[in-house]
């Protein structure tokens, strides 16, 4: 531990004191503190020897600011509660069993000994809210006390935001309650497995290899020790169970027992047929709680419900040796969980894992490094779009790809990792751990290929850091240090460092940096040590993208391609908590893959709002699970889902009711471009010769507008779509036009006017609006997907209601009373006069109007999937 972080933890801990009694913590209290802390340092040196482990510590005046930005970031950290959805027999139950009665009267032993573990690096309003959000579970899952149960439960949370934290402190409460055997289902793969185990040691168990670590530290009483009958090291097996049990079991044994096992169908086997060997009959005395990590991964069955995939079998075989069990799904992406039949039940394996009886969503605390922040800001001050790889590095390439080369931009991407390191080092985090990601493919044989040439550019850049760095401007004697101050100034334009500084934090660092592949294949394992840090480039493709924590990660260079949006945003290992390097972090991608997870982040914010409403409105998980399914953005999940089961055809069905589509992607070619001005005039002229036009501000409006002229719209406007159903598009003009042609309501439309040169079509007389946009491929998009502004939709309310409302569009549409087409000339520095248009359907997912169904084809079913990357094909 470095001086500052030790006067850090000195202040921290001096804080938490005064927080606890006080029960809040005033800015003035941390000015005050970091005040005496730094008069500390001239005190005495007998007193100094007292607090601090060197009588010499000392810390420059520039630091101590840095310190008092992040204890006021630390202690500003906000988090809200969750939202639940009961089924319907949950919301008869008794939901008040743990916190009206067991908690009240428990020791919460584990509990409480945790929860003294994380006040060391959680902030307490964090703290508070995973209290709530646990006893909201707990109440959920069942009081073991009873004679016969079986729950079905799922936690959504976000990627990488602390699902650990979460279940740990569930696992905790269960303990206390009285579950006897805890179960994690911890991925497929043994790093992750070996992550979690570690985690809950650390949590849990309070030991690890016969020393006290984490909540066990000073609270470890032998008679309570849980028996975990898996380490660190180890996955189950039936000698090690034996031995670590000592011979303890269910019926002579007071303390809980953990399992942390892989998803993998050898020792879901082997933890089957240990029980068994222990217990001829059901366990019918003892509850168990299964634990499922990244639930939407390999549990979830994909075959006919008559021959269920095995680890799916194997799941639903361990729960029916219990009488009495709870299952709970963790997940950031609850997509495929959604799809589980619910109805699905086997004589042999029990129900399904449909969340049946509940799901709760979390809510992420405030510092938490997520998706809108990276993918929905107009800055994109994180992404770098790249586009120089597709040579290097094709998008189709096989296994045995020679990979003779890797691109520019990744040879800058290492650079920025470099600078990274230093910077934190200089911000006094050396003894941090740091990482880069490289997500290129799906083969093992290419990752080797990808660390070779990375380990090579590194060494080079090593020897001539060596060779020149000490001389004055070395950038003179060497190409390669005139690129790393050329990517400094390129990407970290507003360092709190000057170049030369930067440099000499290189030099001292860059021995330290490793490179490291992680796959099944993998000699050299990836460990971030406790002793020491970790620099390391990591290198990797599934084997890195379901729950497993890169440590310090700054630097992502991604090149995969995939239609689910569940593998996309799992492979998003740069989502997480990034303390006082966050403005660091920098993802290297494609363009049209920024664009694919700024559709996914939206659709599943959209999928969120959605579960409050319902939410409130004591709607079930069948409910949410057929929301998901009729979710426009859904369709794609639908078809990819329906891929293993050989399907010649079948219904899609898109609820419109509540969603608003617009064509932020527009067709280039200069005849549909015309054609769609022409259009819009025509069907301004219609208006204005059958309606009469409200002026609302600068734009105007028609009301109840005939359905004819409509679908006359839509089927003449040429709107861009790369599959003839829109559904990949931002458009699914297919279920716009059959909504249109089957709803039997009146419209209304807009124009709207802007702030662009003046136009005129027929006697309406406005100003275009002015968007920026780029071209891509064969279409024009518009930036951050939107065409309309935030209230744009507001235009056909009352104009009390319109100022109430704002721009909440969610809300505006449960508002609307029809269906509003808007209308758009836009003006871009790609084109000054641009047809766009967008669509604002009423309700919201609670709305009981009919789905709009279309049949899909095994010829368009087949073309949706065609060039598409599955995650199963991978041999990491």
Request: aromatic content about 10%; proline content about 3%; glycine content about 4%.
């Amino acid at each position: 531990m470095n001086n500052y972080q030790e006067i850090k933890n000195f202040v921290f801990n001096k804080l938490q004191i005064i927080q606890d009694e006080k029960g809040i913590l005033e800015l003035c209290d941390i000015e005050l503190e970091i005040s005496n802390a730094h008069k500390l340092l001239s005190a005495p040196i007998e007193i100094k020897e007292a607090l601090f482990s060197d009588k010499n510590i000392s810390l420059e005046e520039s630091s101590f600011l840095r310190l008092q930005r992040e204890l006021e970031t630390h202690f500003d950290i906000k988090m809200n509660e969750g939202f639940l959805i009961q089924g319907e027999e949950q919301q008869n139950r008794d939901n008040t069993w743990w916190t009206g009665k067991i908690q009240l009267d428990s020791e919460n032993y584990y509990w409480i000994r945790y929860q003294n573990y994380l006040k060391k690096s959680f902030p307490k309003e964090v703290m508070k809210t995973i209290n709530v959000d646990t006893d909201i579970v707990m109440n959920n899952i069942e009081n073991p006390e009873i004679t016969n149960f079986s729950r079905y439960g799922m936690v959504v949370g976000h990627v990488q935001s602390g699902k650990t934290a979460n279940y740990s402190s569930l696992i905790c409460k269960a303990a206390d309650a009285g579950y006897k055997l805890i179960v994690v289902i911890a991925g497929g793969i043994n790093n992750l497995r070996n992550q979690t185990q570690n985690r809950l040691n650390e949590s849990f168990v309070g030991k690890d290899r016969g020393q006290q670590i984490g909540a066990g530290i000073g609270n470890a009483e032998l008679n309570k020790l849980p028996i975990s009958l898996t380490t660190t090291e180890r996955d189950f097996n039936k000698q090690d169970a034996d031995r670590n049990s000592q011979g303890a079991n269910f019926e002579n044994t007071r303390t809980p027992i953990l399992l942390v096992i892989k998803k993998n169908t050898n020792t879901l086997t082997n933890v089957i047929k240990w029980l068994k060997s222990q217990y001829k009959n059901k366990i019918a005395n003892h509850a168990m709680l299964m634990i499922d990590d990244e639930s939407d991964y390999a549990s979830i069955n994909t075959k006919a419900e008559d021959n269920p995939t095995t680890i799916n079998k194997k799941l639903r075989q361990l729960l029916a040796l219990f009488n009495k069990y709870a299952y709970v799904a963790y997940t950031a992406t609850p997509y495929a969980n959604i799809f589980i039949d619910h109805e699905a039940e086997s004589n042999d394996e029990g129900r399904d894992l449909f969340p049946k009886d509940f799901i709760y969503s979390l809510d992420a605390p405030s510092n938490y490094f997520g998706a809108r922040k990276i993918f929905l800001d107009s800055n994109r001050k994180y992404l770098i779009s790249i586009d120089d790889y597709l040579e290097d590095i094709p998008p189709k390439h096989k296994k045995d790809f020679p990979l003779y080369s890797i691109p520019n931009s990744l040879y800058e991407a290492v650079r920025v990792f470099l600078i990274n390191i230093a910077i934190r080092n200089l911000r006094e985090q050396g003894s941090k751990h740091n990482s880069m990601l490289i997500h290129a493919t799906r083969f093992t044989a290419v990752h080797q290929k990808l660390a070779l040439h990375t380990e090579n550019y590194i060494q080079e850049i090593r020897e001539k850091l060596v060779s020149y760095g000490s001389l004055p401007n070395p950038s003179k004697y060497s190409s390669l240090i005139e690129d790393l101050e050329n990517t400094f100034k390129l990407r970290t334009s507003k360092s709190d460092f000057q170049w030369n500084v930067i440099l000499k934090s290189i030099i001292e660092m860059i021995n330290n940096v490793i490179v490291r592949e992680v796959h099944q294949k993998t000699t050299i394992p990836l460990e971030y040590r406790k002793d020491r840090p970790t620099n390391a480039v990591v290198i990797g493709g599934t084997s890195l993208s379901r729950g497993y924590t890169l440590e310090g990660l700054s630097v992502s260079y991604f090149l995969r391609n995939t239609i689910y949006y569940d593998t996309l945003m799992q492979m998003g290992r740069w989502f997480g908590y990034r303390p006082e390097y966050e403005d660091l972090c920098k993802i290297y991608m494609s363009e049209s893959m920024i664009d694919n997870f700024g559709k996914i982040i939206e659709a599943t914010e959209d999928l969120i709002k959605d579960f409050k409403i319902m939410s409130d409105a004591n709607k079930t998980p069948n409910d949410f699970g057929l929301a998901v399914k009729q979710h426009p953005e859904s369709a794609l999940q639908v078809t990819a889902r329906n891929k293993q089961k050989n399907v010649k055809s079948f219904i899609f069905n898109m609820r419109l009711d509540g969603k608003a589509k617009e064509t932020s992607w527009l067709s280039n070619v200069e005849s549909h471009k015309e054609n769609n001005i022409v259009t819009i005039s025509n069907l301004l002229k219609i208006l204005n010769m059958k309606y009469i036009n409200e002026s609302v501000g600068n734009s105007f409006l028609w009301r109840d507008i005939d359905r004819v002229n409509i679908i006359e719209f839509l089927n003449c406007f040429k709107v861009y779509q790369n599959d003839p159903l829109g559904i990949t598009a931002r458009m699914p003009i297919a279920f716009v036009r059959k909504y249109a042609e089957t709803r039997d309501v009146k419209w209304d439309v807009a124009l709207y006017s802007g702030r662009g040169e003046t136009d005129e079509i027929g006697s309406i007389k406005f100003r275009r609006e002015s968007r920026k946009a780029k071209l891509t491929n064969d279409y024009i998009e518009i930036q951050n997907r939107q065409v309309s502004t935030g209230s744009s939709e507001s235009i056909a309310l009352p104009v009390e209601e319109r100022k109430k409302l704002g721009s909440n569009r969610k809300i505006i549409r449960q508002n609307l009373k029809k269906p509003l087409l808007m209308l758009h000339i836009l003006e871009t520095d790609l084109d000054k006069r641009l047809a766009a248009f967008g669509l604002s359907f009423p309700g919201d997912v609670l709305s009981k109007n009919e789905t709009i169904n279309l049949k899909i084809n095994t010829v368009y079913y087949n073309n949706l999937l065609e060039n598409i990357e599955f995650e199963e094909e991978s041999d990491d």
